[in-house]
């Protein structure tokens, strides 16, 4: 299973919580429909954009030693999540045993793919501007507005 998620399409309906479109609004269906949205998204979930990370800044960061060993602690903790019996030592063998190379290549491929079309994309993260965090890829062009996110990178706070 890849770890990229998410996506938006143009003529998805999107309901975000607390949001509840009248059936007036949905059937005038006027051009700027996708622009609103993606507005929406970006105001609901409180998204900043990077705009410190330009290509150079994206690439440095899928390689950087740092993110890294991060990523794989996330990796081994979701594989313990997944099965609560699985040791800290064998949750990070399986890691080191292939996972870890598996979610690289899928990482690879997302880079492969949003590369190309960089001039359409933007990057947000959230309020917080954690640089650490997880971030949140906007591709718009002439096939509609799309938001991609690596999975795995989401940490979620239990209490």
Not at 38 to 46: A, N, P, T
Not at 110 to 131: C, G, R, S, T, Y
Request: hydrophobic share 30%; with cysteine.
């Amino acid at each position: 299973s890849s770890g990229i998620n998410a996506e938006y399409g143009d003529n998805e309906d999107v309901q975000l919580a607390g949001s509840n479109p009248s059936a007036e609004e949905e059937e005038t269906g006027e051009g700027g429909e996708t622009k609103e949205r993606k507005i929406d998204l970006v105001h609901q979930f409180k998204l900043v954009e990077c705009t410190y990370m330009n290509k150079k800044g994206f690439k440095e960061w899928l390689t950087d030693e740092d993110n890294l060993k991060r990523w794989k602690k996330y990796l081994t903790d979701a594989l313990q999540e997944k099965d609560f019996k699985l040791s800290d030592e064998d949750a990070a063998a399986k890691v080191e045993g292939g996972v870890m190379k598996e979610w690289k290549k899928e990482l690879t491929n997302f880079a492969k793919f949003l590369l190309p079309q960089w001039k359409n994309v933007m990057i947000f993260h959230d309020a917080k501007e954690d640089i650490e965090g997880a971030k949140i890829f906007y591709v718009g062009d002439d096939s509609g507005d799309h938001f991609y996110y690596i999975k795995d990178l989401y940490r979620t706070d239990k209490f």
